[in-house]
T-cell receptor, first 114, second 118 residues
Framework: AQSVTQLGSHVSVSEGALVLLRCNYS??????LFWYVQYPNQGLQLLLK??????LVKGINGFEAEFKKSETSFHLTKPSAHMSDAAEYFC????????????FGQGTRLTINP | NAGVTQTPKFQVLKTGQSMTLQCAQD?????MSWYRQDPGMGLRLIHY???????DQGEVPNGYNVSRSTTEDFPLRLLSAAPSQTSVYFC?????????????????FGQGTRLTVV
């Protein structure tokens, strides 16, 4: 069975600092990988996705993630944090081509300190 | 387009009561699904549907029923609510990409329903 592990349920960074949110997956076949963001009291919004094209994926709001098959990782980064980035971030995987039976990680709550 | 609309936004139930969480989408999406979100556990798939008249179970289906009589609507029924069903429920939809001959890779989520069972 597929699983996703997000290291760190809470991450706190200063405004302007690097954001790094870690995600590792287990999958017997090359998966599709996603990062979703959830702002307070809202639904989930797609940040970016990896679908077997370029391994470095750029998303919205300056975020990007790199698919590393050898490390089974899909870490999310942003060079300079902004106060508006404060939210909960979810890594997710689906085994088949866009089959949508998403398996989510536990989530990482990102706090930005002024 | 309104996208995916969930009602109600908040609900408090007593143990044993029944209710239906509504989900509607106006994007003509074939695929619809229900997730529950619990602290420290991310989102878990309850039920899903690949089209009208077709439903299937996800990871945590016990205690929930669904039906899909139209493309637009995918209600989630709790027949006898239990405190363990206290959660935030999200409905999501997606579509079959005829050009790529596969499901679109993005899921579109509603705003969620916060349910408390006392």
């Amino acid at each position: 069975a597929q699983s996703v592990t997000q290291l760190g349920s809470h991450v706190s960074v200063s405004e302007g600092a690097l954001v790094l949110l870690r995600c590792n997956y287990s999958s017997s076949v090359p998966p599709y990988l996603f990062w979703y963001v959830q702002y307070p009291n809202q639904g989930l919004q797609l940040l970016l996705k990896y679908t077997s094209a370029a391994t470095l994926v750029k998303g919205i709001n300056g975020f990007e993630a790199e698919f590393k098959k050898s490390e089974t990782s899909f870490h999310l980064t942003k060079p300079s944090a902004h106060m508006s980035d404060a939210a909960e971030y979810f890594c997710a995987v689906t085994p088949l081509q866009g089959a949508q039976k998403l398996v989510f990680g536990q989530g990482t709550r990102l706090t930005i300190n002024p | 387009n309104a996208g995916v609309t969930q009602t109600p936004k908040f609900q408090v139930l007593k143990t044993g009561q029944s209710m239906t969480l509504q989900c509607a989408q106006d994007m003509n999406h074939e695929y619809m699904s229900w997730y529950r979100q619990d602290p420290g556990m991310g989102l878990r798939l309850i039920h899903y549907s690949v089209g009208a008249g077709i439903t299937d179970q996800g990871e945590v289906p016990n205690g929930y029923n669904v039906s899909r009589s139209t493309t637009e609507d995918f209600p989630l029924r709790l027949l006898s609510a239990a405190p363990s069903q206290t959660s935030v429920y999200f409905c999501a939809s997606s579509y079959w990409d005829r050009n790529k001959k596969g499901w679109n890779t993005e899921a579109f989520f509603g705003q969620g329903t916060r349910l408390t069972v006392v």
